[in-house]
T-cell receptor
Framework: RKEVEQDPGPFNVPEGATVAFNCTYSNSASQSFFWYRQDCRKEPKLLMSVYSSGNEDGRFTAQLNRASQYISLLIRDSKLSDSATYLCVVLGAGNTPLVFGKGTRLSVIA | SAVISQKPSRDICQRGTSLTIQCQVDSQVTMMFWYRQQPGQSLTLIATANQGSEATYESGFVIDKFPISRPNLTFSTLTVSNMSPEDSSIYLC??????????????FGAGSRLTVL
């Protein structure tokens, strides 16, 4: 089983739609979780951290389910500018490096 | 917020040659990280560059192939040696910097896109 797995997509959704991505991780000792956004031919940038209690930032909601070892990202009222690849990132315990998922591609269509 | 600059942004190289990528952070950082992102793949950590000591390489990456320098707390270089077409990739430099909210964020440079013919 890969350390971090994501559905690669692409997810093609109309403007205004709600879309959700899931990401599963294999290391139960993982401590920190993040969603990064990567635009085409650009570097990844932090979208939001994922907290145990779940967190919201505007149209974006991130949730963590430790029992099932997955995190999710919900985007409400999708905008054209949300089109990007969303990377799930997991930090293990101790000095293990961050592990990146392959990313989920989202295309928001007018 | 702090900025990470990389150069070259892209290059096309002949097999067998070597290329050195430079990374400059505009604030002092203890560790700098070098990642590779091959087409359609996730980011893979190559090594952690520590100032004043040798870099720490991840499984599958060796110093002879990817020598790293870290002469001070704001600068690092990654060399891709004796290149082959399989080395064609985006190489990204990163560091943990204070984000806009004050929390520490793994922040990337814009990347160096390498094509080996």
């Amino acid at each position: 089983r890969k350390e971090v797995e994501q559905d690669p997509g692409p997810f093609n959704v109309p403007e205004g739609a709600t879309v959700a991505f899931n990401c599963t991780y294999s290391n139960s000792a993982s401590q920190s979780f993040f969603w990064y956004r990567q635009d085409c031919r650009k570097e990844p940038k932090l979208l939001m951290s994922v907290y145990s209690s779940g967190n919201e930032d505007g149209r974006f909601t991130a949730q963590l389910n430790r029992a099932s070892q997955y995190i999710s990202l919900l985007i409400r009222d999708s905008k054209l500018s949300d089109s990007a690849t969303y990377l799930c990132v997991v930090l293990g315990a101790g000095n293990t490096p961050l592990v990146f998922g392959k990313g989920t591609r989202l295309s928001v269509i007018a | 917020s702090a900025v990470i600059s990389q150069k070259p942004s892209r290059d096309i190289c002949q097999r067998g040659t070597s290329l050195t990528i430079q990374c400059q952070v505009d604030s002092q950082v203890t560790m700098m990280f070098w990642y590779r992102q091959q087409p359609g793949q996730s980011l893979t950590l190559i090594a952690t560059a520590n100032q004043g000591s040798e870099a720490t390489y991840e499984s599958g990456f060796v110093i002879d192939k990817f020598p790293i320098s870290r002469p001070n707390l704001t600068f690092s270089t990654l060399t891709v040696s004796n290149m082959s077409p399989e080395d064609s990739s985006i190489y990204l430099c990163s560091a943990i910097l204070a984000g806009t909210s004050g929390a520490n964020v793994l922040t990337f440079g814009a990347g160096s896109r390498l094509t080996v013919l």
